[in-house]
C-alpha cells in the first residue's frame, strides 16, 4: 500500500488539536500540529461553546497542518457527542449550548410527558443522560427556536458544513441524539413526529469513511491548501477512541477517558433488555457497523475543575506533582463520583465537601487522592456490571486518554477490579480519526481487528497488573 498523510480534527470539552498522521507500509505516526484551549462562555441564557474561536483554531490548524504537509490527502472532524448549532439557511441561530447548561432538565420533563423512558430506550437504546440532543430539542421547541431553524447540525457536522458547504449527519454522532433508530441506524421519524420536532431540520445519515465533501475553493485559500475531501469518521470522539483501543474483543474492556470516562465493549448488536437498562448502559453506533455498548462515569471533570479552582484561589496545583504526593496517601475518603450535584460547572472542591465531609480543610493532594481512589471503584464497579450484563468473562481493561497518564489511577483501577490494565495510547481518539480517512484513502485496508493491531505495534500499551 502506499504511504500518504491525513490530517485530524479532535475537539475534546477542555482542549483542541489537529493533528496529521503519515500512515503506509505498516508505519502510524501521529503528530501534533495545533492545539488550543476550548473555553466554554456564560452569557445571561445560559452556559455556550465559543464555536467561532472552535472554528477559527480548526482553520489556523489546517493552515500549520498543510504548511507541514502539503500533501494532505483528507480531513476527518470529531468532537464530544449531543451538542449542536441551530441554522436558518446558512445563518447560525447563536452559539451551540453547552451540555452541562441547566436547561436539559426543562427538556426532560417535556419528553417524559410524551415518550416513557422504557418505550425510549427500546427505541433508541440509549443510556438516559439529561443533555442527550433529543432534551436540549425539546426546549428549542417549546422556545420557538424551531420555528425559525431550518436545520441543525452536531458540532463536527456544523464545521464540517463550513469547510465544504455540505450538511450530513455522521451516524455514530447521530446515534447520541437519542433520535436515531437503534435497530435501522437512520433518523426514526415516527419519534421525532412524536416529539413535534421538524423532520427537515435533520440533514441525510453518512458512515464513517464516506466523504462529506471538499473544501470550499475559500476554505482552501484561507488554510494555503487544495480543495481536499472532508471525510466522515467516527465523528462521535468515543467511536473514534474506540478504532484506536489497541486490544478490545471478548474478554476484553476499554475505558475510554477523558472528561468522562466511557467504560465498555464492542458488540455485534444492541442490548436492549431491562437489566441494560436498569444498569443506565448505552447502545451507541460505532464504526463499521458495531455497537459500543458502554457507560458514561464521571472523568477527569473533577480533576480539571478542582485544578482551576484552587489555581483560582492562587495555589500553583501543579498536576503531576500533587499525584506524585497523593501516590503517597494510603487513607483515602472515597465518595459518590456518579452523583449528579458533580455534573455542573461549578465550585468542585467545595462540592466534594459536601458529598464526604471528611475532606473539609485537606490539602489539594489529598483530595486529589480521593477523585483517584473514588474514580476507581466506580470503574470496576461498571466493569463488573459490564461482565453481568455482556456475559463476557473480562479479564483486561485498556484505558486510553488522558487517564492513560495517570499511572496511580491505573494500578488502582487494576489493584480493585482485579484485572489486568493496559494503558495508552493517550492520543486514542485522533489516532482512530487518522486511521479511519487513511482506510477510506486506500493508505491501509482490512477490519477494526487490524487497524488495532497496527495501534498495538506503533504504541505498545503499559501493563499494570493487579497487586494482590
Ligand atoms: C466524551 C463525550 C461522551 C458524551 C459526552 C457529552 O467527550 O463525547 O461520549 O457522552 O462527551
Known sequence: MTAGVVAAVDLGATSGRVVIGRVGGGTLDVQDVHRFPNRP???RDGLHWDVLDLYRNVLEGLRKAFDVEPGI??????????????????????????????RTARGVAAVDDVVGRAELY???GLQFLPFNTLYQLAVDRDEGMLDVATSMLLVPDLLAFWLTGERRAERTNASTTGLLDVTTGDWDDALVARLGLPRALFA??????ERIGTLTADVAAVVGGRPVPVVAVGSHDTASAVVAVPLPGPGSAYICSGTWSLIGTETDAPVLTPESRAANFTNEGGVDGR????????????????????QAAGHPADLPALLDEAATIDDPVVLD????????????PARLVALAPGLAGASP???LRSIVESLAVAYARTLDALETLTGDSLDTVNVVGGASLNRLLCQRLADLSGRVVLAGPVEATATGNLLVQARAAGLLDGTLEDL?????????????????
Open 41 to 43: 462562555v456564560r452569557t
Open 73 to 102: 490527502v483528507s480531513i476527518g472532524i470529531d468532537s464530544w457527542a449531543v451538542d449542536y448549532g441551530l441554522l436558518r439557511g446558512d445563518r447560525l441561530l447563536g452559539d451551540p449550548y453547552h451540555y452541562r447548561d441547566e
Open 122 to 124: 427500546a427505541a433508541n
Open 204 to 209: 441525510p445519515v453518512v458512515e464513517p469513511g
Open 291 to 310: 455497537t459500543r455498548y458502554l457507560r458514561n462515569v464521571m472523568g477527569m471533570w473533577l480533576v480539571n475543575e478542582c485544578v482551576a479552582a484552587w
Open 337 to 348: 463520583v456518579e452523583d449528579p450535584s458533580l455534573v455542573p460547572a461549578g465550585d468542585m
Open 365 to 367: 493532594a489529598r483530595v
Open 452 to 468: 488495532r493491531a497496527l495501534v498495538a505495534r506503533t504504541h505498545p500499551p503499559r501493563r499494570h497488573d493487579p497487586r494482590r
